[in-house]
């Protein structure tokens, strides 16, 4: 399985920004999500997608905030994320797990896939 983030970039404060990740060499159910890296900070979740249920899921920091969503035909997800402050200035890392539909998949080592990240700046 290969992972394949874009989208990333320079944005201000206040301003909107979509990240996409694309999946190749899946098979059956599985579930993608993103989590991100500050600077001097462990990487965290953000928001996770059942392909199978299609049941999203969401940090607190970004309830609201972000949107995630899935195309399972293309292997794909999206990001959508709004009203972007500073604090959500990180690495960007999109992450495959097999784990089943019943399992909170919310924990770095939960996913077995990892794309190489992308950088998101927000000025402010």
């Known amino acids: 399985v290969q992972l394949v983030e874009s989208g990333g970039g320079l944005v201000q404060a206040g301003n909107s920004l979509e990240l996409s990740c694309v999946a190749t060499?899946?098979?059956?159910?599985?579930?993608m999500g993103w989590f991100r890296r500050a600077p001097g900070k462990d990487r965290e979740f953000v928001a996770g997608?059942?392909?199978?249920?299609?049941?999203?899921y969401y940090s607190d920091q970004v309830e609201g905030r972000f949107t995630i969503t899935m195309d399972s035909g293309k292997s794909t997800i999206w990001l959508q994320m709004n009203t972007l402050t500073p604090a959500d200035t990180a690495i960007y890392y999109c992450g495959l797990t097999w784990r089943p539909d019943w399992y909170s998949s919310r924990g770095r080592g939960d996913y077995e896939h990892w794309g190489q990240g992308i950088q998101v700046t927000v000025s402010s």
């Open positions: 060499g899946t098979f059956g159910d599985y579930k």
């Open positions: 997608i059942s392909r199978r249920l299609r049941t999203t």
